[in-house]
Each structure stands twice: as structure tokens, then as C-alpha cells.
């Protein structure tokens, strides 16, 4: 089994890849949430308000 050496560069560079695709999957599931309970406190502001 042969080791595969990474250098720091490529380290910095797979990693922060790694943390865009996390911070897009966060965002999307952020904005769904915002998205839902928008839609929610919209109806029942109309509901209580008019």
C-alpha cells in the first residue's frame, strides 16, 4: 500500500472546496427554512390583521 503525499497548497485548496460546497448546502437549507416560515408568518399576519 503505497502513501500518497498532499502538500499544504493542495491541502488549502481541496479544503476550502470542501468548505464552499458545505457553506452552499447550509445556505440552500437556510433559505428553505427562512422560506417556509416566511410563507407561514405571511399567512398568519393576514389572518390576524387582514
Do not use: D
Not at 19 to 32: E, H, K, Q, R
Request: aromatic share 12%; glycine share 16%; no cysteine.
Amino acid at each position: 500500500m503505497e502513501l500518497t503525499y498532499v502538500s499544504g497548497s493542495e491541502l488549502l485548496f481541496y479544503g476550502g472546496l470542501a468548505a464552499m460546497g458545505l457553506s452552499a448546502v447550509l445556505a440552500a437549507a437556510g433559505a428553505g427554512v427562512f422560506m417556509y416560515t416566511g410563507r407561514r408568518l405571511r399567512a398568519r399576519l393576514k389572518e390576524e390583521y387582514g
